[in-house]
């Protein structure tokens, strides 16, 4: 049975094959169980069901998004969705009734119906984005790049080309832009997430910051920003973009990514207003850390360009990341658990 599962570049985008599996050790460190599922760069894992499906994106030459059935022998395909390109990242509902998928190259985000059984199926609706950003390298035209869908019913979606977060509410074949959010021109948001206390922290990709996002009423289609924080304790060269944000169960600590600078960084949140103080950057122990996972106990990097995942042992008190060990793993640039 495996504890994790590892999306990675492959072909001309990097040296995987596909999914892999892996368990956890005594130690902590993961013991990689081998190929689970071969597919074009499965560049981000998703899982619903209680586990028992996972969902991948393909940002190979012909973007798609597959359905595969979780069981104690690994990965059992059972549908596939052509996407429009560029899809870079997959969100599941609340309810296991749609996915959000993010075209990055496209400038789009595609709603996909699910079935009872958790695959792909029934008509895509798809919202296409527009503007731009000061950053002509980056910013010439839109690039949507992650989605985080509320229980609420409303869907969060970040445009790193155009610097807007937009608000879209969904509902059972159909949803419909309701709101958006100006983010700091030039700034890239790339992902986000959720406070137990209803916060949204966004991270930008290119300034290497942290919007905060207040909602204006519960539930409903609009947001303000509180507040923006630095993404990590020391300046970082311009080169660096920042990839990963992830929060403790608990919600006291929340953890950054900055691919280029590699390190990590642990902030704590304030819990009675949500406000941000960086605790410490640690070195991520490889090259490129493009995303993490934490379960408040553990921490796993996926480091693309050493080819490596490495193990950290998470402080109970300050929540500092303690290296304790890495597994081999080609290009891995994704890693979830598996339930």
């Known amino acids: 049975m495996n504890d994790f599962w590892i999306g990675t570049y492959t072909g ?23 190929l689970a599922a071969p597919q074009e760069s499965p560049s981000y894992l998703a899982t619903g069901r209680r586990g028992s499906r996972l969902y991948a ?14 069981d104690a022998s690994g990965l059992r395909l059972l549908a596939q969705a052509s996407v429009p390109g560029g899809a870079c990242h997959v969100a599941v509902a609340p309810d296991d009734r749609q996915l959000v998928v993010s075209s990055y190259t496209a400038g789009c985000v595609s709603f996909v119906p699910l079935d ?12 296409q984005a527009s503007g731009s950003g000061p950053r002509k390298d980056r910013q010439e035209s839109p690039h949507p790049h ?10 969060l979606s970040t445009d790193l080309g155009a610097d807007k977060v937009r608000i879209h509410r969904r509902h059972e074949s159909s949803f419909g832009l309701v709101g958006e959010v100006d983010m700091p021109a030039g700034s890239g948001p790339r992902h986000l997430i959720q406070h137990p206390n209803g916060l949204v922290y966004v ?45 403790s169960p608990d919600g006291r600590h929340l953890y950054t990514s900055i691919r280029g600078a590699d390190i990590i960084t642990t902030h704590r949140v304030a819990q009675e207003d949500g406000r941000l103080s960086v605790v410490d950057d640690v070195a991520c122990g490889g090259d490129w850390p493009r995303d993490l996972w934490t379960d408040g106990t553990w921490m796993y990097v996926t480091n693309e360009r050493s080819h490596s995942v490495t193990a950290f042992r998470l402080s109970r008190t300050s929540g500092v990341p303690e290296l304790v060990g890495q597994t081999d793993v080609p290009s891995p640039v994704c890693i979830v658990a598996s339930t």
């Open 12 to 34: 001309d985008r990097g040296a995987g094959q596909g999914i892999y599996g892996a368990r956890r050790s005594g130690n902590g460190t993961l013991h990689l169980t081998g």
């Open 57 to 70: 994106v393909g940002e190979g030459r012909s973007s798609h998004v597959r359905c595969y059935a979780t």
């Open 116 to 127: 009872e059984h958790g695959s792909t199926g029934g008509p895509q609706a798809v919202a």
């Open 146 to 155: 992650a989605a985080l869908l509320l229980t609420s019913g409303l869907v």
């Open 203 to 247: 991270l930008s990709e290119l300034d290497h910051t942290i919007v905060v996002l207040r909602p204006t009423e519960a539930g409903g289609p609009a947001f303000d920003t509180a507040a923006v924080f630095p993404a990590s304790r020391l300046p970082v060269e311009a080169a660096s973009l920042s990839a990963a944000i992830k929060m």
